[in-house]
Nanobody, 118 residues
Framework: QVHLVESGGGLVQAGGSLRLSCAAS?????MGWFRQAPGKEREFVSA????????DYADSVKGRFTISRDYAKNTMFLQMNSLKPEDTAVYYC??????????????WGQGTQVTVSS
């Protein structure tokens, strides 16, 4: 069992930045960030492999978001720059395989709200 705790969400103006953190009680092959806006399905944002730090990004955030991890502290980060109103969602961290498919992840955090005002 892996417990995940997210932090760092909040309200920011368009063009601003936020940094999300996800602390894990254990380690799986990879971790990822997903988001879900009201009335929409949960969508992939980014993922990272623990061993080599290889990242992957959804096209909608590529060039604006950066995923990273602190291997020693079992913590993953998502630096979000140039935020847009359409980035508004609840952001979830997940632990499991290196995948874009939310159904393949075994463990989930409680979610943190990110709101971007125009």
């Amino acid at each position: 069992q892996v417990h995940l705790v997210e932090s760092g969400g909040g309200l920011v103006q368009a063009g601003g930045s936020l940094r999300l953190s996800c602390a894990a009680s254990g380690r799986t092959y990879a971790m990822g960030w997903f988001r879900q806006a009201p009335g929409k399905e949960r969508e992939f944002v980014s993922a990272i492999r623990w061993n080599d730090g290889r990242p992957d990004y959804a096209d909608s955030v590529k060039g604006r978001f950066t995923i990273s991890r602190d291997y020693a502290k079992n913590t993953m980060f998502l630096q979000m720059n140039s935020l847009k109103p359409e980035d508004t969602a609840v952001y979830y961290c997940a632990a499991g395989p290196y995948s874009w498919n939310a159904n393949e992840y075994d463990y989930w955090g409680q979610g943190t709200q990110v709101t971007v005002s125009s």
